[in-house]
């Protein structure tokens, strides 16, 4: 007999807190967690790195993970699962929590693992085609069209950008995208949430707050005298407080913070390396770090097992970006092609260079702003020929943030004219997996191989109705063309019943 265990836990609130756990409580039965089985039958199968379908397969999967991709796969009689008999553990005085309050987790108990039998759940794939969930490798889905620089120096409570930031998660997951790369805001604890499935959402490799010199990209502190320094109560302070983004200048700053970025929990490390659209103090062609200050932070990155990415766009950036080994160019817009040369030459990944088709109508943007992103969006053209003729490592990543979400598959449609469809979608899966997992052993997901369709994977995947490795406007038409969405093994959304 399965008997549920109950506790009043307020999260920190509340008198519930604050009651410790009795010895009967320890003693209660504890429930049986039974993973699901389900079976997607008739469906043509793309796995992420090959170059052709399997035709007629099915699709078993176990819990959170592909058990096996075949054809016929039995959907009668009994799967033999792996399942977990769930227990409480009282964990005291847990980081961050004030004393006299707890924390409660759960871990199988004894780490011993139970057979049990399973029904089978079977879904028709009716012909469809099944490929990995799309991964977005830039995001920034803590801003949403209503949380912009003001809003943030406002001192907007860090509550709001988190509600606002559900909806933005669970409309990725509606046009296909499973995993997304975040660069640059609070989104750690986000991450946690949705992993631990108190919302839904992408799975989250976050980089914590942005880091950027004075005046650089991430400096949104106020423009009267003073107003940029980081002190008790000014807007610099509270940017950093919210984790949205850090100033540092100097080598000592710039290890420290770096440090500290990856104490709160960063998987990769963001720097700000030049000028950007979406601020007001650093034009384009500034650079945001000595050569110096750029070492010291890739150094802190290495010496925790991870990396750094660069929002950087123009050459100087760029250049001493690659002589400090950082990993991944995010936008490049206005290198040059000696540039581009130079990053192939040095493994260096263009993971993020994008179009985003909502730029020009986000809605805090100044005029400035919006002549800074004219200039950007001129010179994607040359950069992507550019990097796909030298061989530079493309990632696929769409900066559609800040109210833009909606519109993140529209740059399968901008890459047409340079990558067939294949190429696309190799970029947007397996290849975007490979980038994400510089971070090592930092990866939150590194348990499963994420990206590709195979036995013991990660279990997100899509299935469209027309074959997008034929025309990639299927996957750019997900309203249209986009069936069913799985995200570690639980439906999300299913057209097909």
Known sequence: MKTRHTIQCALGFGLAALTPV?????????????????????????????????????????????????????????IEVDAVRKSLKRVADAPGLEGGKYNFSVKGEDGKIEKVSAKVTVIDGKGGYLIPGLIDSHQHIMLSKDTGPLDILNNQLPYTPAYNAIPQGQIMLNMGVTTIRDTGGPSIELGKAIDRGFVDGPRIYSSGAGISCTSGHADFGGLAP??????PGSTAEWSATVNFMALADGVPAVRQTTRF???????????????????????????GYSQVEMNAMVQAAKDYDTYVMAHAYNDESVQRCIKAGVKDI?????????????????????????????????????????RKGKEVLEGYENVMKWAKKHGVKMGWGTDAAAGMVDTIV?????????????????????????????????????????????????????????????????AAKPKDTLKVVIKGGKVWKNELK
């Open 226 to 231: 003073g107003q940029g320094q980081r002190y």
């Open 22 to 78: 009795s010895a009967q409580d320890k003693a209660a039965e504890t429930e049986l967690v039974i993973p699901t089985v389900t079976v997607i039958q008739n469906v043509h199968v793309w796995d992420g790195t090959s170059d052709t379908l399997k035709k007629d397969h099915d699709v078993l999967i176990v819990g959170d993970k592909i058990r096996k991709v075949a054809k016929d796969i039995p959907t009668e009689g009994t």
């Open 410 to 474: 529209y740059e399968f449609e901008s890459r047409a004219p340079f990558f067939t469809p294949l190429e696309q979608l190799k970029q947007a899966t397996s290849t975007n997996a490979e980038l994400l997992r510089l971070c090592n052993s930092r990866d939150p997901y590194k348990e499963a191989p994420l990206g590709v369709i195979e036995e013991g994977a990660w279990a997100d995947m899509v299935i469209y109705d027309k074959n997008p490795l034929e025309d990639i406007m299927v």
């Open 330 to 370: 995010v936008h490049g817009h206005l290198i040059s092609e000696e540039t581009v040369k130079m990053m192939a030459e040095n493994d260096v990944w263009l993971g993020s260079l994008s179009k985003p088709y909502g730029l020009m109508d986000v809605p805090w943007f100044t005029d400035e702003n919006r």
């Open 261 to 287: 970025a990856l104490a709160q929990g960063a998987k990769q490390i963001k720097m700000m390396a030049g000028g950007g659209v979406a601020s007001l103090k650093d034009p384009l062609e500034s650079v």
